[in-house]
């Protein structure tokens, strides 16, 4: 494609050389440039890419699309000078990779939490229906039945383009996405055509970026402002910031709610811990989740299926059949008949949820031992919330290692217990080592007892300085029941 058809959608301040010329491709990684490749220098949050210019013109980059122009420009490469190259870069790629969410029916889930089981069940829904369908997640990213893996919640434009274009030719009709705060302030999705977006809930995550909560609502809000009037919009009535979210939208707003009244409604007729009935707008079906906030989950995407333009009583048919997303309160049953819990919850509202749903399963017929951490490098603010939150509804807890990336382990673990006062503190233990902290809350559980095993979920790694050793939680309660890997 020419330099100049790929800049059509922007504005560039100046173009210096031939617009002309033919791209063979667009990077943001000066290592990833080969020769004919636009390199767009991108200002990252950990490194600018301005940095590598000469880098990638020497591993044959022919354009360059930057802010700030080299001192001495190489003769022979074309240069485009713009004002932000984030909000450029979404757009160019989105062009080069022939524009394909347009050729897909494109839904975003954002929100603190229930983004991957939202993205993941709808997929799994739209393909028991009968249609080739792609998935963007935190777990997972999957090209019809093709699984390619994930990196981040959401991928950065370059990989994002390539992925729903292989979506395209592989024949997809629907495409089913997580929308990360980070990836809609860095506007990696930025060009995308979006048919609807859904909002699960907002509470404390990710302060270390966006500094305030306000901010951090703002860009998960800045996904609903850039929906077309063709586009729907399904909003949580349950929380409070649910309506902030769509205030601004031009798309068509829906509700949903397990408290009010809204579109979609839902209420509990009975739980345990293979399941839940539930009544949704009228009609009965049994679901394979536990948790009011699954009930949420859930109702969402019923709703996103509704205003695709499936009919009620088929999508509660096939939502009968859905089951819980890998490490999303997935259940491993122990020989002496308790029960080991493994959650992603790594939020303070996340663990309330989790432990909410369990307690509403056991109804004081057994105990609760919770397993828990807190990432580092991370906001620090929400680890002494997690621990009053563990230790408020459980009747242990130990406090251990998550992913500690570059951060000491027991000094993130003191920050957890900051938040404890000495009467809390008596119920919890610290053990740095994570195997040795789950197979110490095991070797506490009795017959009818739960062990929560919170924070990592369906990762199968610890990041410790930067490497990525091999830990799977749930690979570690089944060494410790004796059970067969999978």
Same mark, same amino acid.
């Given at each position: 494609?020419?330099?100049?058809?790929?800049?059509?959608?922007?504005?560039?301040?100046?173009?210096?050389?031939?617009?002309?010329?033919?791209?063979?491709?667009?990077?943001?990684?000066?290592?990833?440039?080969?020769?004919?490749?636009?390199?767009?220098? !991108?200002? =990252?949050? +950990?490194?600018?890419?301005?940095?590598?210019? %000469?880098? &990638? *013109?020497?591993?044959?980059?022919?354009?360059? /699309?930057?802010?700030?122009?080299?001192?001495?420009?190489?003769?022979?490469?074309?240069?485009?000078?713009?004002?932000?190259?984030?909000?450029?870069?979404?757009?160019?790629?989105?062009?080069?990779?022939?524009?394909?969410?347009?050729?897909?029916?494109?839904?975003?889930?954002?929100?603190?939490?229930?983004?991957?089981?939202?993205?993941?069940?709808?997929?799994?829904?739209?393909?028991?229906?009968?249609?080739?369908?792609?998935?963007?997640?935190?777990?997972?990213?999957?090209?019809?039945?093709?699984?390619?893996?994930?990196?981040?919640?959401?991928?950065?434009?370059?990989?994002?383009?390539?992925?729903?274009?292989?979506?395209? !030719?592989? =024949?997809? +009709?629907?495409?089913?996405?997580?929308?990360? %705060?980070? &990836? *809609?302030?860095?506007?990696?999705?930025?060009? /995308?055509?979006?048919?609807?977006?859904?909002?699960?809930?907002?509470?404390?995550?990710?302060?270390?970026?966006?500094?305030?909560?306000?901010?951090?609502?703002?860009?998960?809000?800045?996904?609903?402002?850039?929906?077309?009037?063709?586009?729907?919009?399904?909003?949580?009535?349950?929380?409070?910031?649910?309506?902030?979210?769509?205030?601004?939208?031009?798309?068509?707003?829906?509700?949903?709610?397990?408290?009010?009244?809204?579109?979609?409604?839902?209420?509990?007729?009975?739980?345990?811990?293979?399941?839940?009935?539930?009544?949704?707008?009228?009609?009965?079906?049994?679901?394979?989740?536990?948790?009011?906030?699954?009930?949420?989950?859930?109702?969402?995407?019923?709703?996103?299926?509704?205003?695709?333009?499936?009919?009620?009583?088929?999508?509660?048919?096939?939502?009968?059949?859905?089951?819980?997303?890998?490490?999303?309160?997935?259940?491993?049953?122990?020989?002496?008949?308790?029960?080991?819990?493994?959650?992603?919850?790594?939020?303070?509202?996340?663990?309330?949820?989790?432990?909410?749903?369990?307690?509403?399963?056991?109804?004081?017929?057994?105990?609760?031992?919770?397993?828990?951490?807190?990432?580092?490098?991370?906001?620090?603010?929400?680890?002494?919330?997690?621990?009053?939150?563990?230790?408020?509804?459980?009747?242990?807890?130990?406090?251990?290692?998550?992913?500690?990336?570059?951060?000491?382990?027991?000094?993130?673990?003191?920050?957890?217990?900051?938040?404890?006062?000495?009467?809390?503190?008596?119920?919890?233990?610290?053990?740095?080592?994570?195997?040795?902290?789950?197979?110490?809350?095991?070797?506490?559980?009795?017959?009818?007892?739960?062990?929560?095993?919170?924070?990592?979920?369906?990762?199968?790694?610890?990041?410790?300085?930067?490497?990525?050793?091999?830990?799977?939680?749930?690979?570690?309660?089944?060494?410790?029941?004796?059970?067969?890997?999978?």
């Amino acid at each position: 494609m020419k330099l100049s058809e790929l800049l059509k959608n922007i504005k560039p301040i100046q173009i210096i050389g031939d617009a002309n010329i033919e791209i063979k491709g667009v990077q943001i990684d000066s290592r990833k440039v080969q020769n004919g490749f636009l390199f767009i220098a !991108e200002r =990252g949050t +950990q490194v600018d890419g301005h940095l590598f210019i %000469s880098k &990638a *013109i020497a591993s044959g980059a022919t354009a360059v /699309l930057c802010i700030d122009l080299p001192k001495q420009l190489p003769t022979g490469v074309t240069f485009v000078q713009v004002a932000d190259t984030e909000d450029a870069v979404g757009k160019v790629t989105t062009l080069f990779y022939g524009d394909p969410s347009r050729h897909l029916t494109l839904v975003g889930v954002t929100g603190t939490n229930g983004k991957t089981t939202i993205a993941t069940l709808l997929y799994h829904l739209f393909r028991k229906f009968g249609y080739k369908c792609g998935l963007m997640s935190t777990v997972i990213n999957y090209v019809d039945d093709t699984p390619y893996p994930a990196d981040h919640t959401t991928p950065d434009p370059i990989e994002l383009n390539q992925l729903l274009a292989k979506m395209v !030719e592989a =024949g997809c +009709q629907y495409a089913f996405m997580e929308c990360s %705060s980070h &990836a *809609i302030h860095q506007k990696r999705i930025g060009g /995308l055509k979006f048919k609807g977006a859904l909002f699960t809930n907002l509470t404390r995550d990710h302060l270390d970026y966006h500094k305030t909560f306000e901010n951090y609502r703002n860009a998960k809000k800045a996904f609903f402002d850039g929906l077309t009037k063709d586009a729907f919009a399904i909003t949580n009535a349950d929380d409070k910031n649910g309506m902030i979210m769509v205030q601004n939208t031009k798309a068509t707003i829906k509700t949903y709610s397990i408290n009010k009244m809204a579109d979609f409604r839902a209420r509990i007729l009975e739980f345990h811990f293979e399941g839940m009935l539930l009544e949704i707008n009228g009609k009965e079906v049994a679901v394979q989740f536990i948790g009011k906030f699954n009930v949420s989950n859930l109702l969402a995407v019923y709703g996103a299926a509704v205003m695709l333009g499936k009919k009620p009583e088929d999508v509660l048919v096939a939502m009968s059949t859905l089951h819980s997303v890998r490490g999303r309160l997935e259940p491993v049953h122990s020989p002496e008949g308790y029960t080991a819990i493994v959650d992603y919850a790594h939020t303070p509202d996340a663990i309330e949820n989790v432990l909410n749903a369990i307690h509403e399963v056991l109804n004081g017929k057994g105990r609760i031992i919770t397993v828990c951490g807190a990432g580092g490098n991370r906001d620090k603010g929400k680890r002494p919330l997690m621990a009053q939150e563990a230790v408020r509804q459980s009747d242990q807890v130990i406090i251990t290692t998550d992913n500690p990336r570059f951060e000491e382990p027991q000094a993130i673990i003191n920050d957890m217990m900051v938040g404890l006062n000495d009467q809390q503190k008596k119920k919890v233990i610290t053990i740095v080592d994570r195997k040795e902290a789950i197979k110490a809350a095991c070797a506490m559980a009795k017959k009818g007892d739960v062990v929560l095993v919170a924070g990592k979920g369906h990762e199968t790694y610890q990041d410790v300085k930067g490497v990525k050793h091999h830990f799977d939680d749930r690979e570690v309660l089944r060494n410790i029941f004796g059970i067969p890997n999978k």
